[in-house]
């Protein structure tokens, strides 16, 4: 091998006394040139080296790559919570679109929760409990004057059952003409003066997820997911970059080199790798002191550190296999659509896994799910953070199981490299 | 070259225009050739074609599993239990817990009912005080704790169904006392498979959908920019004496059609895969008719936006992946914007959101294709998604300009 490529990394072609013959080389076996006693490391770190320094190159690019991601995951909480969607923020009454006669019920509808409910006149309370308000409503003629005679009345509730703010309106609607009967009740048992209290059931309301112990859990399963969606990206930018440099006939140069085809795809892959882990470094930085906090408020400064590591190479792995995953589809697409229709849907997959694995949990006794590659690592880490150390030994089967993925993924993308160079040298 | 020339004037198709024939070349025309050139461009390419389609079954597939999901979740909706685990003095208060449970409330001894409910064991909990069924015999107050996760909808509902189940039974004891006109009666009646329902619903999906595809059309139009600069394609179009924003615009308008028509294409196969029976929307052929052609215009007021953020992308970026790169980023409103109808659903239509950009072709798909269109919001989205298409293309215009600053050494 030239000092040129030891010095500088730059990639020269050899001479052609020394190029291979590869009727006389069988495939895998090392050349017998100059540099044949440096081995094959040297080669595999000048394609990497080659690889990362055109990816620097571009700062705007790197800066993009790295600011994207942080830009995304502010959209997603901002537009979360000023829509009030994120579970149990909702602050404003609940729609319910009443149908009737609703100046005839005013009286009775007003005493129902006022804080939480919101009665809208309908046409349609079918329509609407599906199109403006949460819940719909059917009620009968003169509501008032039948609950101030004691007269029997009815209302009818159209509630959509897969909506949970329907569901919650439905609820709140009958727990108020259910408190309103009670305290028709109280009035008239204090008006006999019957002996005994009214009420005798109080209730000490306590919701857990502001309790240490679930501030711990929601941490662990949202450090998780981040790690996930992070590497996930990794899938398009280096496919997208893969396809420029063929594009630009980089690639095409590259392929008429003597290297193995395997190596020539894992020196894409780690540089791709280098880079993906440098613009992930602010998501990481959060994600990690995130981790490390939950886990020092539980066991300590020690625990943390570990815990830091966990998710540091719980990261890495995932980043490796989403880098080979983009290896694969930037060699196997020709165009960008097949690039970005690739990459949306190893999204699209990495985000079912992180809401089911990472955020919401499996079963910890489900244990065929520990080996499959990514799904394995993401719930034994989300495990470990969680503070069940029998799952740093399920960590390490889910690093094996998702490396062996990506060592296939890199075979499979020498192999794509490989019918190109028969093409290019017309080798039989 | 003379003007003269017969073999010269049979060439004016082409891009490359003799200086001599500038003059009388006008602006539209002008525009109508780069358009042309771009347009044949990208339209040869099939894996473009067959990607677009493979976006379309991916999101179907995407529908119809998660149609058919929520089908089998409505049926479990509507007869679901919830866990509720209870810890404390079990034996002590056990009539009063044969009295909560219900079909909807399955009550289950537990030895850390907080626990339970934290890890999601349970739906809710409770602590049980001592000897609660002797002091309730004997009126005297006892206090139970409840355990819930306020942030998850299925402990919020138990905890409802709880309450409302704690208040029965104190009814049931109170009125044993009294003499009171009965409760008012409380009919529950589940909306399913009403197809102007469904309609609604499935509009308010596809708008968000739409918003969500354009991601891939921002990318693909930056990416035909960046591999024009790569190829040095784009040059030779510098050196012509057009005006730069016919430029950009005849660039732009070349890509539309396919970008267009790939939103179209996969909107479609969203809309058809709606009538399909498994999915449970039960929308007739005649409603998909009509909501493909009403949210036709939104997607194609969608699509000319994306193509134009991408040629805005395209320009500023080097090459192919740095254009990329930086189209995924001014992609972002439009993943934005899809969350926002994706969380809030009836997010209202007005003439100020239907001014903005990328919110007013999404609210005008949602509402055409639900059917509740109104015209003046239409003509507003309308006209204001085409001003903002001016300006990215004016934008991109002005970053052409520096370059044929270089390429032609104008001072």
Known sequence: MSRAMRGTGSLHAPRPDVAPDRSSRRPGEEHTGPDAGVGANPRLHAIARLEMLDGLRSRRQLVLRMITPLVLFAIVAAVTFLTRSAPGTRVDPYVVAVQGDLDGGRRTLDQLSPDRLRFVKSDDATLDAARIADVGMLVPDGLDERVARGQPASVVLFETALAAESRSAAAHVRAGFGQLHQNAVVEATRERQTQGTATLITLDVVNVERSTQSTQLQAAGLVTAIALLQAAMLVSTTATRLQSRHNRGLLAAQLLLPFERWRLALGKGLAELTLGIATAVPVLVLTMGVAAWTTQSRDGLAAALIAMVALLACFLSLALVMAAIGLLVGTISRTQEQVSLASAAVVVLAAIIASRAALAGLPPTLTATRFVPILGIVQSTRGFLLGAPADLAWMLVGVASTLSLAALLVRWAGRAFDAERLVLRGSA | ?411
């Open chain 2, 1 to 411: 070259m003379t003007a003269e020339a017969p073999a010269h004037r049979r060439h004016t198709r082409a891009a490359a225009a003799p200086a001599a024939d500038a003059g009388s070349v006008s602006a539209l025309e002008a525009g109508r050739i780069i358009a042309s050139s771009t347009f044949r461009d990208t339209a040869r390419r099939r894996g473009s074609w067959t990607t677009t389609l493979l976006t379309g079954v991916l999101f179907a597939v995407l529908i119809i599993s998660g149609g058919s999901v929520s089908e089998r979740l409505q049926e479990r909706a509507e007869q679901i239990s919830f866990r509720v685990s209870v810890d404390g003095d079990r034996r002590g208060g056990q009539r009063l817990l044969d009295q909560l449970a219900t079909d909807e409330l399955r009550v289950e001894s537990s030895t850390d009912a907080a626990t339970d409910v934290t890890n999601s064991r349970s739906a809710v909990g409770i602590r049980l005080p001592d000897r609660v069924d002797e002091r309730i015999d004997r009126n005297e107050a006892v206090e139970l704790m409840i355990f819930y996760r306020g942030g998850a909808n299925t402990s919020r509902e138990a905890y409802n169904n709880l309450l409302l189940r704690l208040q029965e039974i104190e009814l049931a004891r109170i009125d044993r006392a009294v003499d009171v006109g009965p409760a008012v009666q409380v009919e529950e009646q589940q909306v399913r498979r009403d197809e102007r329902v469904n309609r609604l619903q499935f509009a308010r999906i596809l708008a968000a959908l739409a918003a969500i595809l354009c991601l891939g059309v921002v990318s693909s139009v930056a990416a035909v920019f960046g591999q024009s600069n790569e190829r040095r394609s784009l040059e030779p179009l510098l050196l012509l004496p057009f005006n730069r924003t016919i430029l950009a615009a005849g660039t732009t308008a070349g890509a539309l059609p396919v970008a267009i028509l790939q939103l179209v294409a996969a909107i479609a196969l969203l809309v058809f895969s709606s009538a399909l029976p498994v999915i449970g929307l039960s929308l007739s052929w005649s409603t998909v008719a009509q909501v493909l052609a009403l949210s036709l215009v939104g997607v194609a007021l969608l699509g000319a936006l994306a193509c134009s953020s991408g040629s805005l992308a395209g320009v500023m970026g080097g090459g192919s992946d740095d254009a990329v790169s930086v189209g995924d980023f001014f992609a972002l409103p439009f993943v934005a914007v899809g969350i926002l109808l994706f969380l809030r659903p009836a997010f209202p239509t007005s003439p100020l959101t239907s001014a903005l950009p990328i919110i007013g072709p999404s609210l005008l798909i949602r509402d055409g294709a639900g059917a509740e269109l109104s015209i003046l919001n239409a003509v507003i989205a309308v006209v204001t998604t085409v001003a903002w298409c001016a300006l990215l293309i004016r934008a991109a215009a002005r970053r052409l300009d520096a370059e044929r600053a270089v390429t032609r050494s104008i001072r």
